[in-house]
T-cell receptor, first 117, second 113 residues
């Protein structure tokens, strides 16, 4: 069974500083995809970044980067130069082929990030 | 504009009543999903559908039912058998391949009185 673990229920970061949000995963499928989403207080889910298990390089999207350590099964999100608008819940998610033929997506419990002025 | 719509945004029902949450997408996505989110918690998968007329139970399907008669629509019924239905419900869709992200609707907040 696939499993996503986010061990940080809440994090604080000073504005303009970088922050790392942790995510570890467990799957026996060699082919899988990892996603990060942001959920502001309004409730909508916003896709941030994707990392495939066979991707040779760590994914980057603007101020977001993914520190992918395959052997350790970790996919940490790094946000550089934090802004007040980054305050939100952040969810790590995984899709693999073990169940649902790559359709089933499992989410972690999330990390609440608060950016301090 | 392409996207996912959920209606209504807020829904109040009396205990023991069935209620149906609407989810429509015009993104031409094959896969659609329903998630439940409780305060301060992550998303838990209720049901998902890969193609029309086919759907699978997720991790917390008990007390819920779905249908997928059209590619664009994936309504969720919360039945009276669901013990604690008050929650935030999110619908999503995706192309369904490994690398494709999910697109989410704005959600429906259901309160059972």
């Amino acid at each position: 069974a696939q499993k996503i673990t986010q061990t940080q229920p809440g994090m604080f970061v000073q504005e303009k500083e970088a922050v790392t949000l942790d995510c570890t995963y467990d799957t026996s499928d060699p082919s899988y995809g990892l996603f990060w989403y942001k959920q502001p207080s309004s409730g909508e889910m916003i896709f941030l970044i994707y990392q495939g298990s066979y991707d040779q390089q760590n994914a980057t999207e603007g101020r977001y980067s993914l520190n992918f350590q395959k052997a350790r099964k970790s996919a940490n999100l790094v946000i550089s130069a934090s802004q007040l608008g980054d305050s939100a819940m952040y969810f790590c998610a995984m899709r693999d082929g073990n169940s649902g033929g790559y359709q089933k997506v499992t989410f972690g419990t999330g990390t609440k990030l608060q950016v301090i002025p | 504009d392409g996207g996912i719509t959920q209606s209504p945004k807020y829904l109040f029902r009396k205990e023991g009543q069935n209620v149906t949450l609407s989810c429509e997408q015009n993104l031409n996505h094959d896969a659609m999903y329903w998630y439940r989110q409780d305060p301060g918690q992550g998303l838990r998968l209720i049901y998902y559908s890969q193609i029309v007329n086919d759907f699978q139970k997720g991790d917390i399907a008990e007390g819920y039912s779905v249908s997928r008669e059209k590619k664009e629509s994936f309504p969720l019924t919360v039945t009276s058998a669901q013990k604690n239905p008050t929650a935030f419900y999110l619908c999503a869709s995706s192309m369904g391949l490994l690398k494709h992200e999910q697109f989410f609707g704005p959600g429906t907040r259901l309160t059972v009185l």
